[in-house]
């Protein structure tokens, strides 16, 4: 099956600081997902981007399809930021890659 | 508003007595699937429901069942839960129709096994 690794596994921000996360994927995919799960285990979609940019407030993502790979930014990071970021690929059989646990500090 | 909603939020089972976790939309998504997700690991699909097809991972423990009799709701059946099934269950779904696919999430129910 597809294979999803997601960089870096841990980050730690200071409050204001921007970040970029990374997703690499083994194969052609038509369907990309980012999500964020909260300290409470909630998974809230940020983007559906299966190729190009796109932005929602602070937080952007950007998929190059041919490269296999997805980059998702965060602006200014908050506390209301921490948690998991996942990112997940595949059309009707989903495959999470492992996240990126993010902590933002005062 | 329109959501996923999954029943009970906490559920405390036996080893080895039959436990079934709910799940319900009000988006009206053909595909819904179930996903465990253990401490500090990724959510694993175990299957999803395409309309009434049901589509099973290769890897999922036969101790699993899922039923999904009509486009609302989806059940997840554990058979005899062993203590290794103690996570998290979550709750998705997609509409297949075209277009954007996102998937919605429910809250997820965390189960325990005494």
């Known amino acids: 099956g597809i294979q999803v690794e997601q960089s870096p596994p841990d980050l730690i921000l200071q409050e204001g600081a921007n970040s970029t996360l990374r997703c690499n994927f083994s194969d052609s995919v038509n369907n990309l997902q980012w999500f964020h799960q909260n300290p409470w285990g909630q998974l809230i979609n940020l983007f559906y981007?299966?190729?190009g940019t796109k932005q929602n407030g602070r937080l952007s993502a950007t998929t190059v399809a041919t490269e296999r790979y997805s980059l998702l930014y965060i602006s200014s990071s908050q506390t209301t930021d921490s948690g998991v970021y996942f990112c997940?690929?595949?059309?009707?059989?989903?495959?999470f890659g492992i996240g990126t646990k993010l902590q933002v500090i005062p | 508003d329109a959501m996923v909603i999954q029943n009970p939020r906490y559920q405390v089972t036996q080893f080895g007595k039959p436990v079934t976790l709910s799940c319900s939309q009000t988006?009206?998504?053909?595909?819904m699937y179930w996903y465990q997700q253990k401490s500090s690991q990724a959510p694993k699909l175990l299957f999803h429901?395409?309309?009434?097809?049901?589509?099973n991972e290769a890897d999922t423990p036969d101790n699993f069942q899922s039923r999904r009799p009509n486009t609302s709701f989806c059940f997840l059946d554990i058979r005899s839960p062993g203590l290794g099934d103690a996570a998290m269950y979550l709750c998705a779904t997609s509409s297949m129709t075209g277009g954007e696919q996102p998937q919605h999430f429910g809250d997820g129910t965390r189960l325990s096994i005494l």
């Open positions: 988006l009206n998504h053909n595909v």
């Open positions: 997940a690929v595949g059309y009707q059989k989903v495959t």
């Open positions: 429901y395409y309309d009434k097809d049901f589509n």
């Open positions: 981007i299966p190729s």
